[in-house]
């Protein structure tokens, strides 16, 4: 064995020259929830190409990971579960969001307050805001932000306006 977890190859993979693929991200830990969730079947959607960004890669997989498997979790059709993942740029921030169909899925029922407070704390930590919406629609979508600055955190490329 070489000492490097599975963890540590990903970073390599997603993390070129200092910069997170949020798309490949979010992309591969659908593949994960999804054959974590098997036999229910399970969709992650992108509505737009996700940013490039100087992000800590563990930190970001496990804001995701929390967000994907509450909504997919939460979905009012277990058979099929869609959890919807948007992004929008401006020069100050980075804003994400998740989208679930489902009652409840950023509640702090079945240990979900103690996960919402660590997708938070772990937000703050680097400098960003999360809340969570459930006047948007059917369901309810939470929101992260990661801020725009010139030293980290900074936007490289797929700049999505608002």
């Known amino acids: 064995m ?31 929830l999804s054959d974590r969730m098997w036999p229910a079947s399970t969709e992650v959607q992108l509505t737009t190409m996700l940013p490039d960004l100087e992000y800590p890669e563990c930190d970001f997989h496990r804001i995701m990971e929390i967000l994907l498997t509450r ?3 939460a979905s009012p059709r277990p058979d099929e579960a869609v959890a ?3 992004c929008r740029s401006d020069t100050h921030f980075t804003m994400f969001s998740v989208h679930s169909s489902g ?6 029922n079945n240990g979900g307050s ?6 938070k704390a772990l937000v703050e930590a680097n400098g960003g805001r999360f809340w969570v919406d459930r006047a948007f629609g059917p369901g309810s979508t939470a929101f992260f ?11 490289l490329s797929h700049d999505t306006r608002w």
């Open 84 to 86: 919807v993942v948007g």
């Open 71 to 73: 909504a997919l979790g």
């Open 145 to 155: 932000t990661i801020p725009t600055r010139k030293n980290g955190h900074q936007i």
């Open 103 to 108: 009652v409840g899925a950023f509640a702090g």
């Open 2 to 32: 070489n000492g490097r977890s599975d963890r540590g190859h990903e970073q390599t993979l997603l993390e070129r020259n200092g910069r997170l693929d949020t798309s490949e991200a979010v992309n591969e830990l659908a593949g994960e």
């Open 114 to 119: 103690c996960l919402v407070s660590e997708v």
